[in-house]
């Protein structure tokens, strides 16, 4: 236990001036992306729109964190987070990402807006130690429900310790 974050294939980089940015909508289904998020995935533009934003879910992502991520824009606030992505050939992809609502002029929600930057070598230091004690916790469970269960007690422990929100956290890193 306490080891790091497995994730297999080769690394994927961007340039730290570029960023990843989608829109979808309130289902998650994507709407928009732009070209910097169409050559990192490897997918081509046509197979992203209309296509659930999870397309790009790497399996070595805790799923605590998506749901921690989805809890907290369903709040209608924003979020930072640490996420890897998969590329369309396997390869993945670190990014810190900046996800929000999108609202329509009556304040409603009509979907979400994410930026994402290439990620820190210095902050994926802490986040992979930390996701991998995650995705222990997640696989330990008996079925998929209490995985995440345990892996959301097992965050909101360790982040209590630290006396930190997750994005707190993520945003000292």
């Given at each position: 236990?306490g080891?790091?974050?497995v994730v ?6 961007f340039a ?5 940015v989608?829109?979808?909508?309130l289902?998650?289904?994507?709407t ?13 533009e ?8 999870n397309?790009?879910r790497?399996?070595?992502m805790?799923?605590?964190i998506?749901?921690?991520?989805w ?23 670190w ?7 999108d ?6 929600p009509?979907?979400?807006h ?6 820190r070598r ?6 992979r ?22 892996g959301g007690?097992l965050?909101?422990?360790i982040l209590a310790?630290?006396g ?10």
């Amino acid at each position: 236990m306490g080891g790091d974050l497995v994730v297999p294939g080769r690394e994927v980089t961007f340039a730290d001036n570029e960023l990843i940015v989608s829109k979808t909508d309130l289902q998650g289904r994507i709407t928009y992306c732009n070209d910097v998020f169409v050559r990192v995935s490897g997918y081509r533009e046509a197979e992203l729109l209309g296509k659930p934003h999870n397309v790009i879910r790497h399996a070595a992502m805790p799923r605590t964190i998506f749901r921690l991520l989805w809890e907290t824009i369903g709040r209608g606030e924003e979020i930072f987070a640490y996420v890897v992505n998969r590329c369309k050939n396997g390869d993945h992809y670190w990014v810190l990402a900046h996800v929000t609502p999108d609202w329509a002029a009556d304040g409603s929600p009509i979907g979400y807006h994410s930026n994402r930057r290439v990620a820190r070598r210095e902050a994926l230091a802490a986040i992979r130690p930390l996701y991998a004690r995650l995705a222990e916790a997640e696989a330990g469970a008996a079925d998929r429900k209490a995985g995440l269960e345990a892996g959301g007690a097992l965050l909101e422990s360790i982040l209590a310790e630290k006396g930190k929100s997750y994005e707190q956290f993520v945003l000292e890193l």
